[in-house]
């Protein structure tokens, strides 16, 4: 653990009263910010010190603020989550910054996400993503013993890492075209890998690849800035394999 | 249909013509290292090699037909290129980043559409300069400088001139950035990529568009080799 030190940061914020109000960048400053903060507790300090003037604090999403939600959604200095890799927002901290740096804070920038308030942004783009086939609908009943239908490590292991995508939308936000191609590929991956998955894989794919297309998020063009910014490394691989899964079953209709 | 109204399946359009595309340009790499293979053992006048195959491949109905599907394939990708990069722009949102572009993506990766105009304006003056003289020629029946199968001697003279020349080597850079790209990145759209892959296919993407645009340099280096440097335009 290093040594606690002080910083003070200016803030770039973009303010946004409404989805359809026009939104501006304001400044702000923040004084002694402890390196041990995260940016999170920066952020409430500085809607403190709002609150105590009398002004409108700032809105932004966070949650668990442990890195495991995947609420939190705020594009800092031209990143998804900051400038750290593989983290969330809220796992960044303020050690990352130097004394006097201007700080941009921005939503998430994409016609899937509108902004709601500030850096609030409305995913629930991702959530009809979800229900349009991102789940088994067999009647799975009681836990089987684990032994009933096996598995390759391998493809636990990678069943698992696609999974572990927390829908929080940084490749959405990275990606100069707004494709959803990651999140979707890791949800449709997740079960295309596994025996209970593949039964409804090809309807799945159909119907996630719709929505998406249909919530009006672009084209992946491949420039992999999806994979560099998601916080959980989730790998284009598995857009690869959601492309592969969606031929097989448009050839086969 | 799904190759138009699904955005995967666009993306498999251009990933099918572009891979076509690449075929036929290393097709054509390879028979314009005839006219090198000329050069470089001094042919005598009316034995280039390349001018056979200029003959052989001529203005016979495969050959047009060839031709006819050239032409649909790279407006199939020009189209569809259009349509893909209005759908992204309009999928970005109103409102953009004030900062952005702090991820290390590949240059070529974001400027596909820019290298694209690149390689189609250069593909018109390629045109203009060899097919408009030979296979448009012969089928018009039009008198020019040279005999219309004459290719040995039509590509020394275009590339007598040095300001040709330097406009071509940026359309080679333009095809070669285009290339480095567009190879593993169709790859990955038809599904034919994986953790392992991934690494293979960029790799090669790099040597495919390297070689191929080595190749159609060395035409040119050859032409001003024959020439004995640039004689005017």
């Known amino acids: 653990m290093g040594k606690e030190s002080f910083l003070n940061v200016n803030l770039k914020v973009w303010r946004q009263r409404g989805p359809k109000e026009k939104g501006e960048f304001k400044t702000y400053r923040v004084e002694h910010v402890s390196t041990e903060m995260s940016f999170f507790e920066m952020m409430d300090t500085l809607n403190e010190q709002l609150i105590n003037k009398h002004e409108e604090p700032i809105v932004f999403d966070h949650d668990c603020r442990e890195g495991i939600c995947g609420t939190c959604s705020l594009y800092i200095n031209g990143r998804p989550h900051g400038i750290d890799n593989a983290i969330t927002t809220c796992q960044l901290h303020m050690r990352k910054f130097t004394n006097e740096c201007t700080i941009t804070v921005e939503p998430w920038r994409s016609a899937g996400f509108p902004v709601i308030r500030d850096l609030m942004v409305d995913r629930s783009a991702f959530d009809k993503i979800q229900q349009a086939g991102g789940y088994t609908s067999i009647n799975c009943g009681a836990a089987q013993d684990a032994n009933a239908i096996l598995i390759s490590k391998v493809d636990a292991d990678e069943a698992m890492d696609s999974a572990s995508c927390i829908g929080c939308g940084a490749c959405v936000a990275a990606c100069k075209n707004g494709s959803a191609m990651l999140f979707v590929s890791a949800k449709v991956s997740q079960f295309a890998l596994l025996p209970q998955g593949r039964v409804e894989a090809a309807r799945r794919a159909k119907a996630m690849v719709a929505k998406m297309d249909e919530l009006g998020f672009g084209n992946c063009t491949n420039t992999r800035a999806c994979e560099m910014e998601c916080p959980k490394s989730v790998k284009i691989s598995n857009i690869a394999r959601l492309n592969r899964e969606f031929i097989k079953a448009k050839l086969a209709d | ?233």
């Open chain 2, 1 to 233: 249909m799904w190759l138009t109204s699904s955005s995967i399946g666009r993306k498999v359009v251009m990933s099918v013509s572009g891979s076509a595309l690449v075929l036929f340009l290393t097709f054509h790499m390879l028979m314009n290292l005839v006219y090198v293979y000329d050069v470089a053992v001094d042919t005598p006048a009316g034995e280039h090699y390349y001018d056979k195959v200029c003959e052989f491949l001529g203005t016979n109905w495969y050959a047009l037909i060839a031709t006819a599907g050239l032409a649909f394939l790279v407006l199939v990708h020009l189209v569809f290129a259009f349509i893909l990069t209005a759908q992204n722009y309009k999928a970005r949102g109103k409102d953009r980043y004030a900062v952005s572009g702090q991820q290390p993506v590949h240059w070529a990766a974001k400027n596909m559409l820019v290298l694209g105009i690149i390689i189609i304006l250069g593909m018109l003056l390629h045109l203009k300069d060899f097919w408009y003289n030979m296979m448009f020629a012969e089928l018009a029946d039009k008198e020019g400088q040279f005999a219309p199968t004459a290719g040995y001697d039509w590509i020394s003279l275009v590339f007598a001139c040095p300001v040709t020349v330097c406009i071509y080597a940026v359309w080679f850079c333009a095809i070669w950035y285009h290339l480095t790209h567009g190879i593993w990145s169709s790859m990955q759209t038809l599904g034919l990529n994986g953790k392992v892959w991934l690494d293979r296919w960029i790799c090669i993407s790099y040597v495919w568009a390297t070689v191929v645009v080595l190749g159609f340099a060395s035409v040119v280096v050859a032409a001003i080799v024959h020439n004995g440097g640039f004689t005017g335009c």
